[in-house]
């Protein structure tokens, strides 16, 4: 007798990417209470269950839905606000001013449902965030019906949310404390960069790191600048700072990592330390290009992120799938680096792993949560298509997203976001924009 389940899709392709390297044709994902039940060809399919939907998805390939690992969501309302400047004129000239007039709750929960509604337009099923009022960016994607890891953001400095570490330290872990039980949430802990968090902050964080067991996300190795001043104030590079003070290991989630030597790579790799790898803000930014290839072949974990759409002006993982197997291997000088299944890899579950999700998200094993989009390859103008994979990674974009699931609820048909009515969104950006501009 077959079962039961909520939906069967059938794709012309499938990429499950674990086991890795794997396209399937001719196969078939049976989801049942937000859940994948099975990946198996589709005549087997038709034999064992009876779904309640069955959705054909000719000419497009499946796979789980993108991981974005780094981003300042609530900073789509500043995109193309501070173009063109090296990233500490950026911050101290443009961003940090404009947040210090407007970042309150409303900036938050206005701009993180722009950055939600960009994303799942674009496959991202899940974003690791970095920014202030983080209840407030809670209340945008559950609204959008988005999976969020929510930062505990930490500096030594007061802003409108907060008077120093502590109190930063205080109110995230409150919310923390309030939104625990939600299924699509999570934490981790967001001190800013290693050139605004002292010492004694950075202990205090490991600890709760460890006592919580939840990730540590920091900006670190971003600008050479950066690595000039730590010498200057503390007499090591970063890294080393870190390494000392207890916050290197398998909790740390290092963003952007651009200017690493060689025995930093290693000790990245033997504390099993996590990168977010951000390569279209470290292009506009000037940052940098990281050693992708060595990082690569040493066996670091590592995701994409887009940074904040302040830095890059795009929430768009296939421009940073693009991007990144272009530039490790131009940078390299070797075509084979960061080919386009480890480009996908990157892009899904190493966002996964490194944020602790990995036994829920990142592949399409049975069991794991059904977090998917759906992506169209037979559109005239990017014919022909001999590989998935390659496609995805060098020729498709966002635009060719049709459908994205989240924990098998449809939150995008048709490339239309169903949780957001787009002329109010529109509504909205427009009085920000008033308000930035006045």
């Known amino acids: 007798m077959p079962a039961d389940i909520d939906l069967l899709i059938r794709p012309e392709w499938i990429i499950p990417i674990e086991p890795a390297g794997v396209t399937l044709s001719g196969h078939a994902l049976a989801v049942s209470d937000g859940c994948i039940v099975a990946l198996?060809?589709?005549?087997?399919?038709?034999?064992?269950?009876?779904?309640?939907?069955?959705?054909?998805l000719p000419g497009q390939v499946l796979l789980p839905g993108l991981v974005n690992l780094h981003t300042h969501a609530a900073m789509s309302l500043l995109r193309g606000y501070a173009d063109d400047l090296p990233l500490m004129r950026w911050l101290s000239e443009r961003i940090w001013p404009a947040e210090s007039r407007h970042a309150g709750p409303d900036f938050v929960r206005a701009g993180t449902l722009l950055a939600c509604a960009e994303m799942v337009?674009?496959?991202?099923?899940?974003?690791?965030?970095?920014?202030?009022?983080?209840?407030?960016?809670?209340?945008?994607?559950?609204?959008?019906?988005?999976?969020?890891?929510?930062?505990?953001?930490?500096?030594?400095?007061?802003?409108?949310?907060?008077?120093?570490?502590d109190d930063y330290l205080a109110k995230g872990l409150a919310v923390r404390d309030a939104l625990n039980g939600d299924p699509l949430l999570s934490f981790c802990l967001a001190p800013h960069a290693p050139y605004t968090v002292a010492d004694k902050t950075f202990i205090n964080i490991?600890?709760?790191?460890?006592?919580?067991?939840?990730?540590?996300?920091?900006h670190l190795h971003e600008t050479r600048h950066e690595i000039e001043e730590s010498l200057k104030q503390h007499g090591v590079r970063p890294i080393e700072r870190l390494h000392r003070l207890g916050l290197l290991g398998p909790q740390l989630?290092?963003?952007?990592?651009?200017?690493?030597?060689?025995?930093?790579?290693?000790?990245?790799?033997?504390?099993?330390?996590?990168?977010?790898?951000?390569?279209?803000?470290?292009?506009?930014?000037?940052?940098?290009?990281?050693?992708?290839?060595?990082?690569?072949?040493?066996?670091?974990n590592f995701g994409l992120g887009s940074?904040?759409?302040?830095?890059?002006?795009?929430?768009?993982?296939?421009?940073?799938?693009?991007?990144?197997?272009?530039?490790?291997?131009?940078?390299?000088?070797?075509?084979?680096?960061?080919?386009?299944?480890?480009?996908?890899?990157?892009?899904?579950?190493?966002?996964?792993?490194?944020?602790?999700?990995?036994?829920?998200?990142?592949?399409?094993?049975?069991?794991?949560a059904a977090d998917l989009c759906a992506v169209r390859l037979d559109e005239w103008l990017i014919q022909p298509c001999f590989d998935?994979?390659?496609?995805?990674?060098?020729?498709?974009?966002?635009?060719?997203?049709?459908?994205?699931?989240?924990?098998?609820?449809?939150?995008?048909?048709?490339?239309?976001p169903l949780q957001i009515n787009i002329s109010e969104l529109l509504d909205m950006t427009g009085l920000w924009h008033t308000r930035l501009t006045s």
């Open 40 to 56: 198996l060809p589709i005549d087997e399919a038709l034999q064992r269950f009876r779904p309640r939907q069955t959705l054909d």
């Open 206 to 218: 490991a600890t709760l790191a460890a006592q919580l067991e939840v990730p540590v996300h920091l």
């Open 307 to 368: 940074d904040g759409a302040a830095s890059n002006n795009r929430l768009d993982l296939f421009r940073e799938m693009r991007h990144a197997a272009l530039l490790a291997k131009g940078v390299s000088q070797n075509a084979e680096t960061l080919d386009a299944h480890a480009t996908l890899h990157a892009a899904t579950l190493g966002g996964a792993r490194a944020l602790g999700l990995d036994g829920r998200i990142g592949s399409l094993l049975p069991g794991k």
């Open 121 to 165: 337009r674009g496959g991202v099923t899940t974003f690791n965030d970095m920014y202030f009022f983080p209840e407030a960016a809670a209340d945008a994607a559950r609204k959008v019906g988005m999976r969020a890891v929510l930062g505990i953001v930490v500096v030594e400095f007061p802003t409108a949310y907060a008077a120093d570490a």
């Open 388 to 416: 998935p994979a390659s496609h995805l990674v060098y020729v498709a974009g966002r635009e060719q997203v049709t459908h994205t699931w989240v924990e098998g609820n449809l939150v995008m048909s048709n490339a239309v």
């Open 253 to 300: 989630i290092a963003v952007h990592a651009v200017h690493l030597e060689a025995g930093e790579i290693d000790l990245l790799a033997r504390e099993a330390c996590h990168l977010a790898h951000c390569p279209t803000s470290n292009l506009k930014l000037g940052s940098g290009i990281p050693p992708m290839s060595s990082i690569q072949s040493i066996g670091i």
